[in-house]
């Protein structure tokens, strides 16, 4: 039973490379749901999605944009990363309603 | 904007010892949600309060929502190193429960 599974769980970047965050759940959830977790600020809500095919920005979406793939995942995507976007991203999900069940999260250090 | 305030920061007590973790908003709540991490890993849902007065209770762990809605605590009864992590507490302030807004959480060690 593996619930969220995140990958990869280690990053590092140099300032302006590109990558791809990715979630699957085997929940068989409708939402889900990208966090960034830094010092101090606690979890910030990236983007969601309430359903497969809709997506949805949260308190800090710039500079980043999702897919909801289908129902089972929702992939976060760097275009330009930058040395503010390191910190540790959180995927969730849950059926409906606020995030229940979370990913184990990935690290990523942009220099 | 809501704003949930955390306190204490961190907490550090003996085992056997009980403790108080207190969340509380800037606005009235329409859900307050606890969820425990630990160092590494991601959250783990705990419990969810909606009513004023409301009061629920899983284990040794009591969370509480005042009658105004707007500071919840968790209590945690004879602590064990199990207890041990990072208690955040997240609300949804306009009920957009999908839009959670979450604490700067309270870290919690328990000595043996």
């Known amino acids: 039973n593996a619930g969220v599974t995140q990958t990869p769980k280690f990053q590092v970047l140099k300032t302006g490379q590109s990558m791809t965050l990715q979630c699957a759940q085997d929940?068989?959830?409708?939402?889900m749901y990208w966090y960034r977790q830094d010092p101090g600020m606690g979890l910030r809500l990236i983007y969601y999605s309430a359903s497969e095919g809709t997506t949805d920005k949260g308190e800090v979406p710039n500079g980043y944009n999702v897919s909801r793939l289908n129902k089972r995942e929702f992939s976060l995507r760097l275009e330009s990363a930058a040395p503010s976007q390191t910190s540790v991203y959180f995927c969730?999900?849950?059926?409906?309603?606020?995030?229940?069940?979370f990913g184990n999260g990935t690290r990523l250090t942009v220099t | 904007s809501q704003e949930l305030e955390q306190s204490p920061q961190s907490l550090i007590v003996q085992e056997g010892k009980n403790l108080t973790i207190n969340c509380t908003s800037s606005?009235?709540?329409?859900?307050l949600y606890w969820y425990k991490q630990k160092y590494g890993e991601g959250l783990i849902f705990l419990m969810m309060?909606?009513?004023?007065?409301e009061e629920k209770s899983h284990e040794k762990i009591t969370a509480k929502l005042d009658e105004k809605k707007q500071q919840s605590s968790l209590h945690i009864t004879a602590s064990q190193p199990s207890h041990a992590g990072i208690y955040l507490c997240?609300?949804?302030?306009?009920?957009?429960?999908?839009?959670?807004?979450f604490g700067t959480g309270t870290l919690l060690a328990v000595q043996p």
């Open positions: 606005k009235t709540l329409y859900g």
């Open positions: 309060l909606q009513k004023g007065g």
């Open positions: 969730a999900s849950s059926e409906l309603g606020p995030p229940l069940h």
């Open positions: 997240g609300a949804d302030g306009d009920g957009a429960t999908n839009k959670l807004i």
């Open positions: 929940m068989n959830h409708n939402s």
